[in-house]
């Protein structure tokens, strides 16, 4: 069973760094594009980052430049990375992967992760 295992969160101070790492888990042949969603309480839910499986990237609003996305196929990985976080970074970030192909061959699609907490707080 596919599962996709995230990791990294916790409590940053701003101005700080952070590490997300979210792994497709299980049997896998290639995973698709991948990225990264947040969503703050009482906030809808909004696009941080994405990555394609050859490695083109595209960033939500304002984001760019603060947030960098990077993947290893090898290790069905993606992460996320940011060095100049601010207590408006406060949110539950989520990985996606928009299409994965498992023995059969068969495609599932629109897979979530579990969410990790990101607080930025002093």
């Known amino acids: 069973q596919v599962q996709l295992v995230e990791s990294g969160g916790g409590l940053v101070q701003p101005g700080g760094s952070l590490r997300l790492s979210c792994e497709v888990s299980?049997?896998?042949?290639?995973?698709?594009?991948m990225g990264w969603y947040r969503q703050g309480t009482g906030k809808q839910r909004e696009l941080v980052a994405t990555?394609?499986?050859?490695?083109?990237?595209y960033y939500g609003d304002s984001l760019e430049g603060r947030f960098t996305i990077s993947r290893d196929n090898a290790k069905n990985t993606v992460y996320l990375e940011s060095n100049s976080l601010k207590p408006e970074d406060t949110a539950v970030y989520y990985c996606?992967?928009?299409?994965?192909?498992?023995?059969?061959?068969?495609?599932?699609?629109?897979?979530w992760g579990q969410g990790t907490q990101v607080t930025v707080s002093s």
């Open positions: 996606n992967v928009d299409s994965i192909m498992v023995p059969g061959p068969r495609f599932e699609y629109d897979r």
């Open positions: 299980g049997s896998v042949l290639a995973v698709y594009t």
């Open positions: 990555i394609s499986r050859g490695g083109s990237t």
